[in-house]
């Protein structure tokens, strides 16, 4: 079980618009730590994508973008392309861990 | 350009030892902390330890706590990650990830290697 919860999978049609959701606790993003996001492509390394909840790092296009409120955070993909198909992860800091942690990740599947 | 790349993976039996290695370039490499972070096979994300530029602090996962230990040569530009009494739910590739930001709690792991795989059996 991991300490943020993501959905198992999403899915959607080019051109659309897809929401992957991580909820946390008061431990953690509700404690106000910043979510951060990562985009990984199968039998690669991960790659951070957003940063400091809504921040995209350089060559990062502007179709992806975060979101925060409360104890949960979101990351939002716009113009769905094909080459967006990946596994996303959301990481934060969990106090009561005293460590960094992960969603357990989203499968985002372009139909 | 900003590069890390890990090496020491590799085949070893329940309670032995491994040590890991990553090798940074393209930044000042005392001045940022470095991580570990593994995913078993098929499995999502785990942090696994960090340790600050200067080397003097360092924290460790529940799961690896007494176990692993994290350390750096600045001189060398070289994170390493000593794994005794591995088990076999230690079985996965271990990526070594740059860490960036401004507070500490809310660094994020800004590069990545490509990771070593380290498979635990017997």
């Known amino acids: 079980q991991s300490v943020l919860t993501q959905p198992p999978s999403v899915s959607g049609a080019p051109g659309q618009r897809v929401t992957i959701s991580c909820t946390g606790s008061?431990?953690?993003?509700?404690?106000?730590?910043?979510v951060h996001w990562y985009q990984q492509f199968p039998g690669t390394a991960p790659k951070l994508l957003l940063y400091a909840n809504n921040n995209r790092p350089s060559g990062v296009p502007d179709r992806f973008s975060g979101s925060k409120s409360g104890t949960s955070a979101s990351l939002a993909i716009t113009g769905l392309q094909a080459e967006d198909e990946a596994d996303y992860y959301c990481q934060s800091y969990d106090s009561t861990l005293s460590g960094r942690v992960f969603g357990g990740g989203t499968r985002l599947t372009v139909l | 350009e900003v590069q890390v790349l890990e090496s020491g993976g590799g085949l070893e039996q329940p309670g032995g030892s491994l040590r890991l290695s990553c090798v940074a370039s393209?930044?000042?490499?005392?001045?940022?902390?470095m991580s570990w972070v593994r995913q078993a096979p098929g499995k999502g994300l785990e942090w696994v330890s960090t340790?600050?530029?200067?080397?003097?602090?360092?924290y460790y996962a529940a799961s690896v706590k007494g176990r692993f230990t994290i350390s750096r040569d600045n001189s060398k530009n070289t994170l390493y990650l000593q794994m005794n009494s591995l088990r076999a739910e230690d079985t996965a590739v271990y990526y070594c990830?740059?860490?960036?930001?401004?507070?500490?709690?809310?660094?994020?792991?800004?590069?990545w290697g490509q990771g070593t795989l380290v498979t635990v059996s017997s």
């Open positions: 008061s431990s953690n993003i509700g404690a106000d730590y910043d």
């Open positions: 990830a740059k860490l960036r930001g401004l507070r500490y709690f809310d660094w994020s792991f800004d590069r």
């Open positions: 340790i600050i530029g200067g080397g003097g602090s360092t």
């Open positions: 393209g930044f000042t490499f005392s001045g940022f902390a």
